[in-house]
């Protein structure tokens, strides 16, 4: 890989959307207000992050040019219906044209959530992920966005979609229109130094599952197949030297593009992980992450006899020894989570799942878009034998 000096570097991609990379990017706020057209900014970000240095430095960037832009924080780590609306509310009586979704996966998803429903007039539910639900969004009616991602994980940053809470239900929605995606997208690696470590290392095992299993999808996909293959070795090169040296630039700056790049690769379709942590999210309120994190070796285990090729050609890539691509690639993903001091069950996460919840589970996976990714067609005994397999 080419050496780089993450200090000074900056480049603007168009992959799929215009993006401003580099330290320090955040400062050029002001003139990404001016890329999008707006004029009355609203900052989308979690509870933790609304008193820290980084929105601080956001807001003073905009009152640099005598804006002074609205703050939303009512963001939950698995964002609900209730957030959403909550921040719709925040945006309309702020008479505010824009959102700057600012943070991990949750802010961003509730920020793009927001910006799609400024101008809807039916409720959010109504907007799910299935059939053509997506055509009764009035595109006129949503506000663009600048995302700002503070986590190198969901690259939700690059998604068209936003994974919302139904918590009346106990399940997670896939909220889906082709023009959620940003208009702008900054990716400063000097905004995740911060990150805590545990942080560091489930986001970072939730841009590998998005890889992984983007990689093991049915389907004809190079575009996709390079991406996920070229994220899986930045993330085998970079994801530890970030959990241990919170300060590498280089590493902080890799993690941040393969995050994006997996987001754009699971276009290709996604599996079983997802599928599962999506319930247990919902039901748990667990982190995303570190589920995906525990889940991705069962599910693997039991697509193996599905992508034999696939994990020949990574096993090649991440120059793994043996004779058994599969087990090879098994033993990395189990040595990669020890190195990061994850646990490896759904115990090991303090989730106890409970007997009477399993049917429940099961049926949720099953329903899940993702589901249907998956390079072995899921059943209800399969879906239970991965699900107690990873307790």
């Known amino acids: 890989m080419t050496a780089y000096d993450f200090t000074t570097l ?9 993006v401003w990379f580099g330290a320090g990017r955040l400062a050029d706020l002001p003139a990404g207000l001016d890329e999008i057209g ?3 900014p609203l900052i989308i970000t979690d509870r933790g992050l609304a008193v820290s240095d980084i929105v601080v430095q956001a807001k003073a960037a905009f009152e ?21 609306m909550a921040g719709l509310m925040a945006l309309r009586a702020g008479g505010h044209d824009c959102v700057i979704a600012l943070g991990g996966g949750s802010a961003m998803d509730a920020a793009k959530a927001v910006a799609m429903m400024a101008g809807q007039n039916r409720p959010l539910m109504d907007f799910e ?21 503070t986590t190198a994980g969901t690259g939700s940053e690059f998604g068209r979609s936003s994974v919302i809470t139904d918590t009346d239900n106990h399940r997670k929605v ?10 702008l997208v900054i990716l400063d690696p000097q905004v995740t130094v911060g990150l805590p470590a545990r942080l560091t290392a489930a986001t970072g095992m939730d841009a590998l599952s998005h890889a992984l299993e983007a990689l093991c999808a049915p389907g004809w996909h190079p575009m996709a197949d ?12 970079s994801l530890v030297t970030a959990y241990l040296q919170p300060d590498n630039l280089g590493a902080r700056a890799n993690m941040l593009a393969a995050s994006a790049m997996a987001c754009t690769a699971l276009q290709k379709g996604l599996g079983a992980v997802h599928a599962l942590a999506h319930p247990l999210g919902a039901r748990y309120d667990a982190h995303h992450g570190m589920l995906n994190a525990v889940l ?25 020894d043996g004779d058994d691509p599969g087990a090879a690639v098994l033993d990395w993903l189990e040595t990669l989570r020890a190195r990061l001091d994850m646990p490896s069950t759904l115990r090991g996460m303090g989730i106890d799942v409970a007997e009477a919840d399993i049917a429940a589970l099961v049926a949720d996976a099953l329903r899940d ?15 239970e034998q991965i699900l107690r397999a990873a307790f």
């Not at 640099?64 to 959403?84: A, C, K, M, R, W």
């Not at 390079?226 to 090169?237: N, P, Q, R, S, W």
């Not at 878009?369 to 879906?383: K, Q, R």
């Open 129 to 149: 992920d299935a059939g053509d639900n997506f055509r009764r969004v009035q595109p006129e009616g949503m506000v663009p966005v600048i995302a700002i991602p």
């Open 10 to 18: 900056q480049a603007n991609w168009s992959f799929p959307t215009l």
């Open 226 to 237: 390079g991406l996920a293959l070229t994220v899986l070795k930045m993330i085998d090169a």
């Open 38 to 40: 707006g004029r009355a």
């Open 174 to 183: 896939i909220i889906f229109h082709p023009e959620m995606l940003p208009e």
């Open 369 to 383: 878009p993702c589901a249907g990714g998956n390079p072995v067609p899921l059943t209800t005994d399969g879906v």
């Open 64 to 84: 640099s040019i005598g804006i002074t832009p609205g703050l939303f924080s009512d963001v939950q780590p698995n964002p609900s219906v209730e957030n959403v």
């Open 296 to 320: 991705m070796w069962h599910v693997l285990s039991f697509n193996l006899a599905e992508v034999g090729s696939q994990m020949a050609t990574l096993a090649h890539e991440l120059r793994l």
